[in-house]
């Protein structure tokens, strides 16, 4: 019987980390009190961050950034390089070998893990720009479609 356990904990364990993408809902909560809601696909070092308000934007990491307007998704436009995007990108993909906290070119990332999946629960910003705290919820595991890491694709929304 510990034979059967011991190996469905290193199977279950095994599709844990060889599973290369994450999707999860977030909610970021700025220090003013005010919200915004969306959803983040991450899948082999590609990125999308997509607000779920009309009136904002999908930003997208595939070689370079990309934004994207929702309201109408035949804009795009080139991201210059982004300190706090980078420092995301960079946790998520070094996860789940990362520290609590980080301090870089003034901006300071805490990192809050989960203790019901094997993912961060809470990511808070802080710096001269911005004061933030992002809540990711729903995360599931999977490998997801890279269309929608296309910036130029007609398929831009998440599953």
């Known amino acids: 019987m510990k034979y059967i356990f011991l190996f469905s904990f290193t199977f279950i364990f095994k599709l844990l980390y060889s599973n290369e993408g ?3 809902d977030f909610e970021e909560v700025y220090q003013d009190g005010s919200t915004q809601f969306g959803n983040l696909l991450f899948n082999n070092g590609l990125l999308r961050y997509q607000y779920n308000d009309k009136d904002l934007f999908t930003i997208i990491f595939n070689k370079d950034y990309f934004v994207i307007r929702n309201d109408n998704q035949n804009i795009v436009n080139k ?3 982004d300190a ?3 420092e995301i990108r960079n946790i998520i993909t070094n996860y789940p070998k990362i520290k609590s906290s980080y301090i870089q070119n003034g901006v300071e ?8 999946i094997n993912f961060p629960k809470r990511i ?3 710096s001269d720009e911005v004061n933030l705290s992002i809540y990711f919820i729903n995360c599931n595991f999977g490998d997801f479609p890279k269309r929608y890491f296309q ?4 398929a831009n929304t998440t599953e």
């Not at 990332?109 to 019901?116: F, G, H, P, R, Y």
């Not at 910036?151 to 007609?154: A, G, I, K, L």
């Open 79 to 81: 991201l210059e390089n």
């Open 109 to 116: 990332i805490k990192i809050q893990n989960s203790k019901e």
């Open 22 to 24: 994450v999707r999860c």
């Open 124 to 126: 808070s910003i802080n």
């Open 84 to 86: 706090v995007l980078n």
């Open 151 to 154: 910036p130029f694709s007609s």
